[in-house]
């Protein structure tokens, strides 16, 4: 409960600080002239992209049909009670599926208790889990579940998937299903999308430094660290930024599995090797879009990724995307780009993945099949609004769906909107449109079916422990000697509590 208690703490601090500074940097004149450009021509552009949707749009509404025909199944009955982090409307995938599914299903009766308090989920979510009063199927997207699976609060859904002769893994990413799985292989947590990161590195920066890691299987955040001190000493620029996301808690985010071993209860901080990575994170100069105050870091993020790129920012090295529109678009072979196509961010060269919408049954469910089958019904390929991607990006809470026919027709639309706002913007490239969004939903359909290591809640409880000794250093007022063997006691008590 302390550990709960510490990762409450920490959300109420970030989010104060996310919400509570405005560093809105002034807009440069290329972002505004391009701006104007958009609300003029957005709409020239509505008719072409249009007719390159309308068969995708009506093959969706063929496929749903045929879907809500063939699944009407009178034997499904009982209730499901379900605890979900998201407003009740069109774009909540769990109360849009729910409609449906009653629909289908007329005996079945679905619950729903919708919060939109984030520190109220996370309070209340806790104590019916700790009381044995939990819904049936919890949102666990937000939520350290792993600490709540170790006392067998969760049933392991493998045995309901196999027992499904309905559900067709080859339909779905299992190599994101084996991600999820625990240290017994099984599965107390199944997610609806995902999401892996991705960083894209300024092209000459690449040549200059032999950077080029598109063909090596990613980069690591050590690696973008080491080539931004390198970088930082050979060409002598006092305002080199590494990244626009760059902080040094963010070091620790990513390389969180080199740092801790939670299994063996070890931690290797207090080391010549760390000691000399604390001296690195101090050379760090960090953009308008990050705060690091001693209340924690903060990342003031703009959703201006695609014009960001094709910006003449030589300071930063390296830019996140951040969404599932930053991923393809800088895919999208336009003319004069500043930076390289994406390559997926690495630790211990594993890809790292974002749960960004997971769902669990309780083992206080007495209908665990029925609870299943809503699941399912959830994650199988449906109609998607094609023509408002914001709404499909929304359903799936800015990740790709683990279905892989909502996984392309998601790209298709995404590729789409994204090829008509680069010809409003006055961007353009060679080759065949169709050629284009075939190659790149290809290659994204690659990557994500690598199997990838999912950034467990905890590590958010390790960072607000570790954090104030990192400021400190940060700011001079203790030696990274000092620092990495505070960080090592704290993480030593932290793994053994």
């Not at 049909?65 to 034997?75: C, K, P, V």
């Not at 959830?378 to 790709?400: N, V, Y």
């Not at 000794?469 to 704290?490: P, V, W």
Request: charged share 25%; net charge negative.
């Amino acid at each position: 409960m302390y550990k709960y208690l510490k990762f409450i703490m920490f959300l109420v601090i970030t989010m104060g600080s996310l919400t509570g500074c405005s560093f809105e940097a002034k807009s440069d004149e290329l972002y505004n002239s391009k701006l104007n450009e958009i609300t003029v021509n957005l709409d020239k552009y509505q008719e072409s992209n249009d007719e390159l949707i309308k068969n995708s749009q009506n093959e969706n509404q063929q496929a749903q049909e045929a879907q809500m025909t063939d699944s009407i199944d009178s034997n499904l009955s009982g209730t499901l009670r379900i605890s979900v982090f998201w407003p009740d409307n069109e774009r909540n995938l769990i109360a849009v599926a729910a409609k449906e599914f009653q629909a289908l299903h007329p005996e079945v009766n679905i619950q729903i208790q919708f919060y939109d308090d984030f520190f109220k989920y996370q309070a209340q979510t806790s104590v019916e889990l700790m009381s044995n009063t939990a819904a049936d199927i919890i949102d666990l997207s937000l939520i350290p579940y792993e600490q709540y699976a170790d006392k067998g609060l969760f049933a392991d859904l493998y045995p309901l998937m196999n027992a499904d002769d309905s559900f067709n893994k080859e339909d779905y990413f299992v190599n994101v299903f084996e991600s999820f799985e625990d240290s017994q292989n099984s599965l107390m947590a199944i997610p609806l999308s995902f999401r892996f990161n991705f960083v894209t590195m300024r092209q000459d920066f690449m040549k200059s430094f032999d950077a080029e890691f598109e063909n090596r299987g990613g980069i690591s955040y050590q690696q973008m660290l080491d080539l931004y001190v390198t970088a930082q000493t050979e060409m002598e620029d006092e305002d080199l930024y590494m990244a626009d996301f760059a902080s040094a808690a963010t070091w620790f985010e990513f390389e969180w599995d080199n740092l801790v071993d939670i299994k063996n209860k070890k931690a290797y901080m207090n080391t010549p090797e760390f000691v000399r990575n604390l001296e690195k994170l101090k050379r760090i100069k960090l953009t308008e879009k990050v705060v690091q105050s001693k209340d924690g870091p903060g990342i003031l993020v703009k959703h201006y990724f695609l014009y960001n790129i094709f910006q003449r920012n030589p300071a930063v090295l390296f830019v996140q995307s951040l969404k599932i529109e930053d991923i393809i678009q800088i895919l999208l072979p336009f003319n004069d780009m500043l930076y390289s196509k994406p390559i997926p961010l690495i630790s211990d060269g594993i890809p790292i993945m974002d749960r960004t919408f997971t769902l669990g049954i309780t083992n206080t469910c007495k209908n665990k099949e029925l609870a299943w089958k809503f699941l399912s019904y959830c994650m199988a390929e449906r109609a998607l609004p094609t023509k408002e991607i914001d709404t499909s990006i929304s359903l799936f809470r800015q990740g790709f769906p683990v279905n892989k026919q909502n996984f392309r027709k998601f790209l298709q639309a995404a590729v789409n909107e994204i090829l008509r706002r680069g010809n409003a913007l006055g961007y353009s490239f060679s080759g065949s449109r169709t050629a284009v969004i075939e190659e790149n939903i290809a290659q994204i359909e690659k990557w994500c079916s690598m199997k990838g290591r999912v950034k467990q809640m905890d590590l958010n409880i390790f960072l607000d422990l570790i954090y104030p000794d990192l400021y400190q250093y940060l700011i001079g007022e203790q030696t990274a000697e000092q620092t990495a063997a505070r960080l090592q006691m704290k993480t030593e008590i932290y793994l053994n509590e």
